[in-house]
């Protein structure tokens, strides 16, 4: 049987998505998954770009049409974030006249995330399952929402958490003990309003990332230290917690974005964990199960409850949850959660 994964590039050809996609794209390839390349020439606003694009989405998602052959099955990673007008038609197509297979790994469901769902991303999902196969989902809670949704349970798999593919690390990389936690993401205040209160806290805060706002610099608890790509911020993250937080406050996940934590997986958590750190994460979190069963953090309502959290504790207990850590660590970098989530889709289908 024929393996194929639709794969979109930027005119750079670049994969068009977050490490996440990338990483998933890189470990379907390692598994027989041939890249269908779906390319974005531009991304430019006037009606003539819009128009070169639509263009040459229909002429790739012919080709691709031509190219996938008879009972293959073919790899989706969705949402897909743009309105390919010939996308769902070929998509379909592929089902009737080629009998493909779909198997659909979900990064993100957008009405769970809400503040980005609109009809375009109604209409995407929807139509995800009405063609998928097999999901992938992240993890027990999203699994159960799914069923929720009428989804058979035979169709849907638990992903776990996301790899976080890394071949530069250092096996023997130093991890120091230090009462701290580390965010290394977007430092918005606008849009992660927690992060503005982070000098509340009464204990030291290390930051790592794009849109920092220099006021707080005036916290003595603060230290930034820039931002870094993706593929090189694991090396950077050598002491201390990472901060496993979203939405507007420090005493629990609120907001949009911060109950989205209910259900996903957030890729911090796997940044942090393959870089070697245990984890601090808010308790209602889909993850924190995972967190708390494999012994590689903390879980807590309120980020008002570290400081005394960190008072108690010495270097044995933090070492022993960094022991932990590199057993997961190791799997996260080489890819172990989807290459084992897309076998078992397979056998599925």
Known sequence: MEKYQIFETLDGGFHAGTKANGDIADIAERLGYEKVIIRQVNQKDSKIAKLQRQLVWKKD?????????NNSIVL????????QLTRNRILKKLKTQKNVKYICIIHDVEKLRAFRYNDYYKNEFDFMLEIGDVFIVHNEKMLKYFESLGVESSKLINLEIFDYLDENIDEDKKISFEKSITVAGNLDTTKCGYIGELGNLG??????????D??????????????FPPNDIPSHLNK??????DGTSINGCQGQSGQYLKYNNPHKL??????????????????????????VGIAVGSLMELKSIFDDMDENSYYELCENVKFISKKLRKGHFATKAIKEAEALL
Do not use: C, R
């Not at 012919?62 to 996938?68: G, P, Q, R, V």
């Not at 220099?214 to 931002?227: A, C, L, P, R, V």
């Open 203 to 212: 204990i030291k805060v290390n930051l790592f990332g794009p849109n920092f």
């Open 240 to 245: 201390g917690f990472g901060l496993v937080w």
């Open 76 to 83: 989706l990673q969705n949402p897909f974030h743009h309105n």
């Open 61 to 69: 998602f012919n080709e691709a049409f031509d190219k996938i052959e």
């Open 270 to 295: 796997s940044l942090y964990l393959s870089s070697g750190l245990p984890v601090v994460i808010w308790k209602d979190a889909a993850e924190a199960k995972y967190v708390m069963d494999k012994k």
């Open 214 to 227: 220099e006021q707080m610099k005036n916290n003595n608890n603060i230290t930034y230290f820039g931002s």
